[in-house]
């Protein structure tokens, strides 16, 4: 079975510019899980889906930052305008219910705004 | 104060020696716990959940406290492949969202 698949790995961008990130769930799994990653700020949780609906977007920064899920197998995360302390990496988890159940986390996308 | 802390070492830990550390979290609601491990530059993975009544897989140990809010790994014999950093991650309110600690790195040298 496939793991959670996050697209592209490594994305270097300037300023200004649009950056959208992609992921896909494992098959099955209900929730998906949008998290960022920095040294200064640890594993934050920025939006998490049930069954494609966004239930809790408090961790998303600012308006900047959107996310979708417009099926069952795809979720992004886009950033527009980007901005320098965007730069993280930027995780998709999914797990296979809604509860406290083990999240499966992709490999990660890799941000860097110059 | 952090909903979730943890010391961030890194504890240095001669190969075969045994290492403890913990993990407290600020909310006595909380329901859930677990230990997940990453590795440099790659993403987390539970290593295991945290029951009340303490659990063991292999050479890990993992116990939660409630009275004090804290939960405690223990890893055995420590391998060299046992250096990562060990992430405490609790379910704080009803529902799937979970909070990770910061981390705390280990470090098994020969």
């Known amino acids: 079975d496939a793991g959670v698949i996050q697209s592209p790995r490594h994305e270097v961008t300037e300023m200004g510019q649009e950056v959208t990130l992609r992921c896909k769930p494992i098959s099955g799994h209900n929730s998906l899980f949008w998290y960022r990653q920095t040294m200064m700020r640890g594993l934050e949780l920025l939006i998490y889906f049930n069954n494609n609906v966004p239930i809790d977007d408090s961790g998303m920064p600012e308006d900047r930052f959107s996310a979708k899920m417009p099926n069952a197998s795809f979720s992004t995360l886009k950033i527009q305008p980007s901005e320098p302390r965007d730069s993280a990496v930027y995780f998709c988890?999914?797990?296979?219910?809604?509860?406290?159940?083990?999240?499966?986390f992709g490999p990660g996308t890799r941000l860097t705004v110059t | 104060r952090k909903e979730v802390e943890q010391d961030p070492g890194p504890f240095n830990v001669p190969e075969g020696a045994t290492v403890a550390f913990n993990c407290t979290y600020s909310n006595s609601a909380s329901q859930s716990f677990f230990w997940y491990r990453q590795d440099c530059r790659k993403e987390p993975k539970l290593l295991m959940s945290v029951y009340s009544s303490g659990n063991e897989d292999g050479r890990f140990t993992a116990q939660l406290n409630r009275a004090s809010q804290y939960i405690s790994l223990l890893i055995r014999d420590s391998k060299l492949s046992d250096s990562a950093t060990y992430l405490c991650v609790v379910n704080i309110a009803a529902g799937n969202k979970l909070t990770f600690g910061g981390g705390t790195r280990v470090l098994v040298k020969p």
């Open positions: 988890a999914s797990s296979p219910g809604v509860g406290p159940y083990e999240q499966y």
